[in-house]
């Protein structure tokens, strides 16, 4: 198996030079997390204050990696020069890999992705950070399918270890090799998996959301759930996971997992998730879902 592996990545093109498109919550992490390891990346958005932004959130992390003795200054801001901020596709014609986090909706995956594929050049590897779009389906207006795969990260991108190559119906093995040992340059732990609805981790993960909401509707305390699988061995539970993912976030991927699974994901009324996410108690991101924040 080790010879296969092996043999699999002596196609890897190399990659030198990245680029994330989006800086938000995931693409900041992600620059961050490809300097951190030495990778130089380009990020870029469409807003000013975006980049700005995501810098920001980069330089607290290294600050407090100096904080805690692992970095010196100097290595810190070498390591910050590895990130080029950008709103413009300028150099993008010497990317090897590119990653797309831009926000989670198929028409502006799909302009973006269909840009970038004609300023790049022609082996430059593209990959999507979508948690819920089909990568088969994202690279249909594709010319170059075979260069193109999922590349899902999870948040916070410094601190989860694994990251989900996802291989669509047209992409090549260079495209996975190369996307694989970009996520090991950075320190990660890359599985390869078919295109399917919630690809593996979510496919695991809803289901254990949907048992759990299931026990609320049916009158548990959900301080106590948390509490029984922590003892368990989870580091967190199912409400408190719930409130780091986010309502909406939940909400919108359990939708497409009904839709690809509808005999086992799909219920009739609403979900403790559902009744949460119509009240406005999104999680942490506004401060209040199962628990509060304030
Ligand atoms: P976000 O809203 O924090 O960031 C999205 C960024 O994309 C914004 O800064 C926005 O300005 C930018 N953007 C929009 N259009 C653009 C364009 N045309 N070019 C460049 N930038 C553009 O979103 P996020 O949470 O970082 O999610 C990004 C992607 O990652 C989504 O596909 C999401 O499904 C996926 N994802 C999110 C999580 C999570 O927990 N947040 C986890 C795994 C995967």
């Known amino acids: 198996v080790k010879k296969k592996a092996g043999k699999f990545e002596k196609q890897a093109k190399a990659v030198k030079q990245t680029a994330v498109l989006g800086a938000g919550i995931m693409g900041g992490g992600i620059a961050y997390q490809s300097a951190s390891k030495g990778t130089p990346i380009l990020m870029k958005d469409i807003k000013e204050e975006a980049v700005e932004l995501g810098l920001k959130e980069s330089r607290k992390l290294f600050a407090k ?156 305390d959900f301080q106590r759930v948390d509490k029984v699988m922590e003892k368990f061995g989870w580091p967190m539970g199912p409400a408190y996971l719930l409130d780091v993912v986010g309502m909406d976030t939940a909400v919108h991927a359990n939708e497409v997992m009904a839709e690809g699974f509808p005999d086992r994901m799909a219920r009739d009324g609403k979900t403790a998730i559902q009744v949460m996410y119509e009240n406005e108690r999104l999680g942490q991101k506004n401060d209040k879902g199962f628990y509060a924040y304030e």
């Open 65 to 220: 990696q100096v904080e805690r003795g692992k970095l010196t200054t100097e290595q810190m801001a070498e390591k910050l020069t590895l990130i080029r901020p950008t709103l413009s596709y300028g150099d993008f014609g010497h990317v090897d890999l590119v990653v797309e986090a831009v926000v989670e909706n198929p028409k502006v995956k799909d302009a973006v992705l269909t840009e970038v594929e004609g300023l790049v050049s022609e082996d430059t590897i593209l990959t999507s950070n979508t948690s819920t779009i089909s990568i088969t389906r994202l690279a249909q207006n594709l010319k170059r399918p075979e260069n193109f795969c999922g590349m899902h990260f999870f948040n916070p991108v410094h601190r989860m270890p694994l990251v989900e190559v996802i291989r669509g119906e047209k992409t090549g093995d260079a495209a996975v090799a190369a996307t694989v040992a970009y996520a090991r340059a950075m320190g990660k732990t890359p599985i390869v998996v078919n295109d399917c609805p919630g690809f593996l981790v979510n496919r695991v993960l809803f289901p254990y959301f949907g048992g759990f909401s299931l026990l609320v509707e049916q009158g548990a």
